[in-house]
């Protein structure tokens, strides 16, 4: 049977989330090139496998003028943390074979 969130164990579920606050949702994010994210993110973590040398991930950020303004982040091996907000991780330019996970309020 799954459990279900339950507010009374939550120190913090009547207080106001804000920006500068972890994360209380995480979602494994798909690179689109079509679609901005479900559900845009404050921050996002990028796994790179040590079968790679490296990798490069291309997103939008939350506030860019347009679906274009994107920006190529690259990242080493292992664990990487990127506090940035972003709407849209794109297919083209992102690596193949990293995990993406994104953290909302």
């Known amino acids: 049977m799954p459990n279900s969130y ?8 009547a207080v106001s989330r ?5 994360g ?3 979602q494994a994010l798909t690179p689109n090139d079509g679609a901005d ?6 921050a ?3 796994y790179v496998p040590l079968s790679l040398q490296g990798a490069s991930v291309r997103v939008t950020p939350v506030l860019a003028n347009d679906d274009l303004a994107t920006v190529t982040l690259s990242f080493p091996q292992g664990i ?13 330019g992102t690596s193949t ?3 993406i996970h994104g953290y909302a309020i």
Request: proline residues 15%.
């Open 24 to 26: 209380a949702v995480a």
């Open 80 to 92: 990487s943390y990127e506090p940035l907000s972003i709407r849209r991780i794109w297919a083209t």
């Open 37 to 42: 994210l479900p559900l845009y993110c404050k």
């Open 18 to 22: 804000s920006p500068s606050e972890p």
């Open 44 to 46: 996002f973590r990028v």
């Open 97 to 99: 074979g990293i995990e």
């Open 6 to 13: 339950d507010p009374t164990r939550d120190p913090y579920a």
